[in-house]
């Protein structure tokens, strides 16, 4: 009689492992995501305080006039205030993927979304540069993210 040795895995165990991979990757995946959002929601909080610290600057420097940031403005709307003293380049939001900026107020900069082809809106009556599509706490696509709207009547 005759021994003979199988190498190889059965497909009872192949499908096993497969599973195995796939609960491991449904768990993994979104943690991932979430990462992702987090990472991107830092950036922006970063950029934001950076740029408004340098839109005081500039205001301080010029004896309280503010910067013209609008379209049509060289560096993508930005002016001096790219190249010059107050920032290196033109800022990238990272979650529109896109570095203009316009005039506008808070609730201009709450209605975008990730495909809106502007990075920035300046408001200004209030000197302040927001971020397209971000509250300061959710980026536009995050369920808790409340779009300006005001709560109550």
Do not use: C
Not at 63 to 87: F, I, K, Q
């Amino acid at each position: 009689m005759r021994n003979t040795l199988r190498a190889g895995f059965t497909l009872v165990e192949i499908l096993i492992v497969v599973v195995i991979l796939g609960i491991l990757a449904a768990i993994v995946v979104p943690q991932f995501t979430n990462a992702s959002n987090e990472a991107v929601k830092g950036a922006l909080e970063s950029q934001l305080q950076t740029i408004n610290s340098q839109v005081e600057l500039y205001r301080v420097r010029n004896n309280g006039a503010s910067p013209t940031l609008a379209a049509g403005e060289a560096n993508d709307g930005w002016g001096d205030m790219v190249g010059g003293e107050y920032l290196k380049d033109t800022p990238i939001n990272g979650y529109t993927g896109e570095g203009s900026v316009d005039a506008g107020v808070e609730a201009d900069a709450l209605a975008g979304t990730r495909d809106t082809a502007q990075g920035w809106v300046f408001d200004g009556a209030t000197n302040t540069v927001y971020a397209m599509s971000f509250d300061g706490e959710w980026l536009a696509h995050e369920d808790e993210f409340d779009g300006g709207e005001e709560e109550g009547g």
